[in-house]
């Protein structure tokens, strides 16, 4: 019976043993991926080994905050790497409160691999960094300490939570917490001036409509919608490719009599003799007849072709330049450089982070 115990026990020693070598292995290529190796030399440099992730950032300052991130969530994942905050009564809203730090298996896998004697080195090479005011706030920020937890969830962790118990059947969720995420990280709240969809569209890449995922945030009320104060439509001429509220009337006048100069002198050539064609930007149809500018302009407006200059000088100017400059774009005449319409734009909404959503992520969310 002996010899069948241990005949038996034998397997699950040799594969405990393999399971260990292989987590090892793991870990090793974890932390040797250049990025992350390059994180832990920095956690490593830190005054106090808890860099928070805008320390991270201003020292490297070739990787995107949210490319940081995702490496920190690596190391995390494998337990080299663990994430420590402030408990909630020693937080202050102007400092940091959210770290990261070795744990002791990422401690003992850098010991193993000789790293640990270049600390004193790498402390060396931070003292000489220089840092902004801002960053040396954050450096001298209390730490917790090694018994500090929390059991709740807090910061972007507790706007994921609440997404993704309100809105968990829907495919975007994910996108949802992408958005709010980055905009907690890069602190876009209540106080900031906001960023427009295509500036949040910039910051991130979506599984699934980024458009429908803010309207989802808005709903929840994390996300606030909102127009900045000062004018919220403008008047802009295509051709100088400028604002010009105030200066609309006499720019669509000058639009329309840039029209006509283009209309008279480039498309009403005559005939040179000699020439079996138009002189000019003219073109020949089929039946032998020409379409000039005149006579594209004539028919968009139903009226007699010598009647174009005179009608586009009257009544609604703009709405005339407008559809002239379209009808000439549909042709198969060439439209000249010398005028453009003149459009109206709505000033786009821009997003924040609501006071409920920071709320929510300051006094936490249970688990």
Not at 86 to 104: A, E, H, I, N, S
Not at 334 to 347: E, L, S, T
């Amino acid at each position: 019976m002996a010899h069948n115990t241990t005949h038996r026990d034998q397997p699950d020693t040799t594969d405990a043993i393999d399971s260990t070598v292989e987590n090892q292995r793991q870990r090793l290529n974890v932390v040797t991926q250049e990025t992350r190796f390059v994180l832990i030399q920095n956690i490593l440099s830190h005054p106090q080994q808890l860099p928070t992730l805008k320390e991270l950032d201003y020292v490297n300052p070739s990787k995107s905050k949210s490319t940081i991130r995702e490496h920190l969530e690596v190391l995390i994942e494998h337990g080299i790497v663990a994430e420590r905050t402030l408990p909630k009564d020693q937080r202050k809203r102007d400092l940091p409160w959210r770290f990261y730090g070795l744990t002791d298996v990422g401690r003992d896998l850098l010991e193993e691999m000789g790293l640990l004697g270049a600390e004193g080195t790498l402390r060396d090479m931070y003292e000489m960094l220089e840092t902004t005011d801002n960053i040396e706030k954050y450096a001298q920020a209390p730490r917790p300490d090694d018994e500090s937890q929390d059991e709740e969830l807090t910061g972007s962790d507790a706007l994921a939570a609440y997404i993704r118990d309100q809105k968990r059947d829907l495919p975007s969720v994910d996108d949802q917490i992408s958005i709010v995420t980055a905009l907690y990280e890069e602190e876009i709240g209540p106080e900031s001036e906001g960023l427009t969809r295509n500036e949040i569209a910039e910051r991130l890449t979506f599984e699934h409509s980024f458009s429908t995922a803010i309207n989802h945030l808005v709903d929840l009320d994390v996300l606030e919608e909102f127009q900045p104060p000062g004018l919220s439509t403008y008047a802009i001429s295509e051709r100088r490719d400028q604002i010009i509220n105030g200066e609309v009337e006499k720019t669509v006048q000058e639009e329309i009599e840039r029209l006509i100069d283009d209309m008279v002198d480039r498309l009403d050539s005559p005939m040179r003799p000699g020439d079996g064609e138009y002189a000019g930007d003219t073109v020949i149809r089929a039946d032998g007849g020409r379409r000039t500018l005149r006579f594209i302009l004539a028919e968009e407006f139903d009226i007699r072709p010598d009647k174009v200059e005179s009608y586009l000088r009257e009544g609604d100017q703009l709405s005339k330049l407008n559809s002239a400059v379209d009808a000439i774009e549909e042709s198969e005449v060439d439209k000249g450089a010398d005028y453009g319409r003149v459009i109206f734009r709505h000033a786009p909404y821009r997003y924040r982070l609501s006071e409920f959503a920071m709320s929510l992520a300051e006094e936490g969310l249970s688990s």
